[in-house]
């Protein structure tokens, strides 16, 4: 009986050992699962409309350089493009031109003034003398006035061609796409296919580093980012890079939190996230 109760009493002492235990890794150590994704994936839609030309679907899954892994047709733009540049430059010439008939209309101005402020009091003259001076020198500031109208307008003109210039620029660059240091994840269109504006072309993902995301209740959330952080068991110097104070809209309560990590061999597999809180000798 004694022996019973010795046992009795041993296993109890062991259970309840077992039980701090438990509590203890509940208490200090949360954790969490989450699948390793690239740091960021880019869903790449036309700017402009128009004919896919080429892909590369070679490149797909490999690193991309600056050359370009999708053309969409661009041939009027560039068309449209050489008839802008070609008249912008008449254009120009014809403002030089006005500018050059506007100084001589000034100086020839300045001498009608000039003439006509002389004889306009002159008794010797006639009043149809003088008045016809004077219609001489309106018409001279009315020349002078349509030519810097004329100016006006051209400007207005050249103006609106050099916006035409930087859109025809724009989408010229935006049906070539290219994207140094990030991995081809998809290509969504075919060569052949007509694209409007905002179809989805392509998905590219910057896998120079991993992302992990978890969802923490409010009271983790609060001291997160002091955490020591756990991977599949081991202790590492990450730490939680960034914490959303808004609830996250599908997982009610809980707030989402990221951790930046190395970029490992193979993404999407799953890691095992613990949080434990700081000892006082850590």
Do not use: C, H
């Not at 690239?38 to 790449?44: A, C, H, K, S, T």
């Not at 016809?132 to 020349?143: H, R, T």
């Not at 050099?162 to 998809?186: H, P, V």
């Not at 009271?219 to 991977?231: G, N, P, R, Y």
């Amino acid at each position: 009986m004694i022996k019973l109760a010795y046992f009795l009493k041993r296993s109890i002492q062991l259970k309840f050992i077992i039980i701090l235990i438990f509590a203890y890794s509940a208490l200090f150590s949360k954790v969490y699962y989450s699948k390793v994704d690239p740091y960021e994936l880019r869903y790449i839609s036309a700017n402009a409309s128009g004919l896919v030309e080429f892909i590369d679907e070679n490149m797909i899954g490999k690193k991309l350089s600056s050359q370009p892994y999708l053309k969409i047709d661009a041939i009027l733009n560039k068309k449209e493009l050489l008839w802008v540049d070609e008249k912008l430059v008449y254009l120009k010439k014809t403002i030089a031109a006005n500018e050059n008939i506007l100084d001589n209309f000034k100086n020839s101005l300045d001498k009608k003034r000039t003439n006509y402020k002389q004889i306009e009091n002159l008794a010797i003259k006639s009043r149809i003398e003088k008045d016809n001076e004077f219609y001489d020198l309106v018409n001279s500031e009315n020349s002078y006035l349509n030519t810097q109208k004329e100016i006006n307008t051209l400007q207005i003109q050249i103006a609106d061609l050099e916006l035409r210039k930087a859109q025809l620029e724009r989408n010229i660059s935006d049906k070539t796409l290219s994207a140094d240091g990030f991995i081809l994840y998809s290509i969504d269109v075919r060569v052949g296919e007509v694209v409007n504006v905002s179809t989805p072309l392509a998905k590219i993902a910057d896998t120079s580093k991993a992302l992990l995301t978890i969802y923490l209740d409010e009271e983790d959330a609060l001291d997160a980012t002091k955490k020591i952080v756990l991977l599949d068991g081991k202790e590492t110097d990450y730490k939680i890079s960034r914490v959303l104070n808004i609830a996250d809209s599908k997982n009610i309560s809980k707030y989402k939190a990221q951790i930046v990590i190395q970029a490992p061999t193979l993404f999407s597999k799953l890691v095992k996230i613990e949080l434990k809180e700081k000892t006082d000798d850590q």
